[in-house]
């Protein structure tokens, strides 16, 4: 008997590539996202063990009916990687309502309905996974990135206290910390950063996406991600968090153990914004 995993966001990047190396490893993978057109890609890849399933996150009922097609395919659901998002990016102060909004509605509110939706399984058979998608960005808020930034901070949390909360119900929770990672997200936050490029903060927008454009393009595939997902789904005593690619770790280590005002420095040194200055704007 296969074990069952729900993967949401699967219709492209890490959650597509998650869904397929997993059900290649031998799970029966349900693969969700919000339009099944989308998901056509998906049939016939991993093995035949992939089902294709519609889900929005930020849809209570959608999340239900999903739910509901697993359990009545027999079996208990083992495993939930949480790995649907989105990326707001802009200024703080000029990112409208709606924005800070669409991008809590999924990133964490979106997480914690999918995740309250399957616990009943996992918890009736005493066991269970759930793995979720945070961000190097849930520890280090780069400018410009509150937004999204602030979304994977919650996330952070969450995790700890939901791993602390299932641990005596025999199901653990994973934190996966992917840093950049070339899928279609980075060309989506550059998007969402033209937006701002004549506002209030234009100048310093400008260079975080000159910075940022070369973020994704020459990052690790997110097969990367794949790989820490499988092993905190199959690993005896997986670990609370999995940073990816592990080269990130350095930054983590400055962001905990540096004082602010060094970090301050060395990211703005990083993205370049160490060269803007008040009033240099032409
Ligand atoms: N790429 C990176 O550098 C990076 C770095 C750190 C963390 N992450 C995190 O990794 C996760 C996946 O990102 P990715 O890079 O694979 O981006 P992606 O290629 O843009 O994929 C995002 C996925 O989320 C889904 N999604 C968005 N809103 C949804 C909703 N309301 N309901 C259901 N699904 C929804 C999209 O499905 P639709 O087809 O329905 O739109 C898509 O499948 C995100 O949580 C992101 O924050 C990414």
Redesign the pocket.
Known sequence: MYQSVLV??????????TAIHLAHKGFRVFA????LD?LKTLSGLGAGRITPLE?????EASIASALAEISDSGGALYGLVN?????VMGPVEEVPPADWRRQY???VF?LVNVTRAALPQMRATGRGRIIN?????GRIAVPFQGV?ASS?HAVEGLSDALRRELAPHGVKVSLI??????????A?EQDELERYTGGAYAEQIKIFKAWHAK??PN?AG?IV?AEAVHQALTARRPHSRYTVPTKMLGFLALRNLAPSALTDRIFARVTGLDKFKKGSAP
């Open positions: 949401t966001g699967a219709s492209s990047g890490i959650g597509e590539a969700a996202a919000r339009s989308k889900m929005d996150v930020t849809d790995n649907a998002g989105v990326g509605e999924t990133n979106g998608i945070g961000s190097v960005s999204y994977k910390r992917p840093g950049f990672i070339n899928t279609p997200f980075g989506q973020g994704h990052a997110p991600v």
